[in-house]
Nanobody
């Protein structure tokens, strides 16, 4: 069974940076779509960033220019570099690996709190 474990969350102030990591228990990144989602208190989970196996990335409008998603197949790890953090970035961040054909895996999340 595949496990995804996120790390790197924490409490930071407005304008600071964090780098989230998501490590898979085995190599499942090949031909997969990697993504980061977040869920703010009282809100629905939303897509933050996604990257395809071909390296194409896309971002929510609210994070464009501040966040960068990247994947390292050799380390079975996907990253989310978050710069210029804002209070509205607060939430629990989840990684997802979608291998297609209904095969998708989620981590349990890492919390991020940005104080004003």
């Amino acid at each position: 069974q595949v496990q995804l474990v996120e790390s790197g969350g924490g409490l930071v102030q407005t304008g600071e940076s964090l780098r989230l990591s998501c490590v898979a228990s085995r190599n499942i990144f090949s031909s997969a779509v990697l993504a980061w989602y977040r869920q703010a208190p009282g809100k629905q989970r939303e897509l933050v960033a996604v990257i395809t196996s071909g390296g194409r990335s896309n971002y929510a409008d609210s994070v464009k220019g501040r966040f960068t998603i990247s994947g390292d197949n050799a380390r079975n790890t996907v990253y989310l570099q978050m710069n210029s953090l804002k209070p509205e970035d607060t939430g629990v961040y989840y990684c997802k690996v979608d291998r297609g054909y209904g095969l998708e895996y989620w981590g349990k999340g890492t919390p991020v709190t940005v104080s004003s």
